[in-house]
């Protein structure tokens, strides 16, 4: 029926997170086989997603919105590759490019120009993609002469221009956005959302977690409210950013 | 397991991105910046020299600087490996957390860059031969040397999947690679030649998976020979299965590295 590619499908996963890191159990966990009998039950242990199932098709831009420690960000890491889930599975049909944080791998005394080889080749581009897209992400950063100097000095500003120009030509199928839009001016911070838009009428799935509102609107046709691990609401932006609203003001009255 | 080889072969271009990284970092940040990587070996050789050559008198038929160095020049690239590459995965948190890649990569940077220093020291040991150009055996023999070499790379890099793994969860695997590094070094023939060592405990002793590369590399060079007896053999499977089980190793315990480190 449905004839758009299904890009990412998680199935019933469920993460434990725990209070308190127990470093030897957590290393027979790890080990697994024999050991595993060696791990005693965490008394700290609480479930930051329960039973969660998804799914993605190409186009589509998810908004992940909740209050803290709903397990948005959980979930992005997850589906990130980063974190593995206790059950469950997860399955990503595509490139994904995570910009959970803008810039992670730059080198403070490397140039622009050095620095966006070197974020290239972390966010998985080889060589060749780096050269191939060089010149778009030159001129998407408007940073011209800057790119010579080492990004130490660089102003907050430039530097998530820099970062954000690499990480969205490196031809990705699966975005996943974590707050980085709110870095950057106003002009910029409207570029990005464009170029979104761009990709996403390409057939680039997106996921989006972020507590601005009025940016989930603009960047997301469906929506999803988490809370505790759980969803609360999913579907149409408003009415999901509605619940969100009206969940928030019964948690503040209690 | 095909898919897994691919996917390390595209990651070698970040493994090269990371060691220039961690090289630029180095030499930038520090006043002497390469002149390191030479003063190091130097200052050891000079130690040695002075406790081995002029207090405590060590036979070992051959100008005692060139016989060090023919040892300490490669037992320097192994004990960098393991030492700082116990470190590599804790070091990389920040990315480890944020950014999906494979995390072999940062053990083999650790290789990159030691690597890098091994070629710049020798650059001593290429003075100290020329000097005593001599002693040396020319012959075709000098090929096996570079075989070692790799073979000790792969010994290393083999320990490093284990502790630095290990050491995400808990940290006393730093601790016993540090401890265990000052000590190696004197149950190593690195200092002095392995017939100092009394012939009924010389079995025992070429059960160290060093020391056999060691030999090895003194008989190519002042010998023009390589005796595959049965504990370099031995030391050889060692270091290949250190590898291999220690990659698998590696392999099981990285999906749990951003939670606990």
Redesign the interface.
């Known amino acids: 029926m449905n004839e758009k590619r299904k890009l990412i499908e998680v199935r019933n996963i469920t993460k434990k997170?725990t209070l308190k890191?127990r470093?030897?159990q957590?290393?027979w966990?790890?080990?697994?086989g024999p050991f595993k009998y060696l791990v005693r039950k965490d008394p700290n242990e609480f479930t930051a997603l329960d039973n969660f199932s998804l799914d993605l098709y190409e186009s589509d831009a998810l908004g992940v919105i909740g209050p803290n420690g709903a397990g948005k960000s959980t979930l992005l890491?997850m589906l990130?590759?980063?974190?593995?889930p206790e059950e469950g599975t997860i399955k990503t049909f595509g490139r994904?490019r995570?910009l959970?944080?803008l810039g992670?791998?730059f080198?403070p005394?490397?140039s622009g120009r050095q620095n966006i080889?070197?974020y290239g080749?972390?966010?998985?581009m080889?060589?060749k993609d780096i050269d191939d897209h060089y010149d778009e992400m030159v001129e998407f950063s408007e940073l011209g002469e800057f790119l010579k100097m080492p990004v130490k000095n660089y102003s907050s500003g430039m530097y998530a221009r820099l970062a954000f120009s690499v990480a969205i030509f490196t031809a990705p199928e699966i975005i996943l956005v974590d707050e980085v839009l709110a870095v950057g001016d106003l002009q910029f911070q409207e570029k990005c959302i464009n170029k979104i838009h761009q990709l996403r009428d390409a057939g680039v799935t997106i996921v989006f977690v972020s507590h601005g509102m009025e940016s989930v609107k603009r960047v997301c046709n469906r929506v999803i409210l988490l809370d505790k691990g759980k969803i609360l609401a999913d579907g149409d932006p408003d009415q999901a950013i509605a619940e969100y609203r009206s969940l928030m003001k019964v948690g503040v009255m209690s | 397991m095909v898919k897994y080889l691919r996917e390390l072969w595209t990651a070698w271009f970040l493994v090269w991105m990371m060691t220039m990284r961690a090289l630029v970092s180095r030499s930038r940040q520090s006043v002497l910046g390469l002149a390191w990587t030479l003063l190091v070996p130097i200052s050891h050789l000079l130690v040695y020299w002075l406790v081995f050559s002029v207090l405590v008198r060590i036979q070992t038929g051959l100008p005692y600087v060139l016989f060090l160095m023919s040892g300490l020049w490669p037992w320097m690239l192994y004990v960098n490996i393991v030492a700082r590459g116990t470190h590599s995965i804790i070091e990389n948190g920040p990315i480890i957390k944020k950014i999906f890649f494979h995390r072999e990569v940062f053990p083999l940077t650790i290789v990159g860059v030691c690597l890098f220093d091994f070629l710049v020291a020798g650059l001593v040991f290429l003075a100290i031969m020329t000097v005593h150009f001599n002693h040396i055996v020319w012959s075709w023999t000098l090929l096996w040397w570079p075989f070692i070499l790799l073979i000790m790379v792969i010994q290393a890099t083999g320990v490093i999947w284990f502790t630095s793994a290990v050491s995400v969860f808990v940290r006393d695997s730093i601790f016993l690679v540090e401890l265990a590094m000052h000590l190696w070094v004197f149950v190593s023939p690195i200092m002095y030649p392995i017939e100092r060592v009394p012939e009924r405990f010389r079995d025992l002793y070429m059960l160290n998976p060093v020391a056999p590369l060691i030999v090895a590399f003194r008989q190519i060079l002042f010998e023009g020979k390589l005796d595959f007896n049965f504990h370099l053999i031995l030391s050889i499977c060692v270091s290949l299965f250190l590898f291999v089980a220690g990659l698998m190793f590696f392999r099981r315990l990285a999906p749990k590295f951003s939670d606990v480190i």
């Open positions: 997170h890191i470093p030897q957590e290393l966990k790890a080990i697994g890491k990130a590759g980063v974190s593995t994904i995570s959970l944080e992670i791998g080198h005394e490397l080889y070197l080749s972390v966010l998985g080889t060589r």
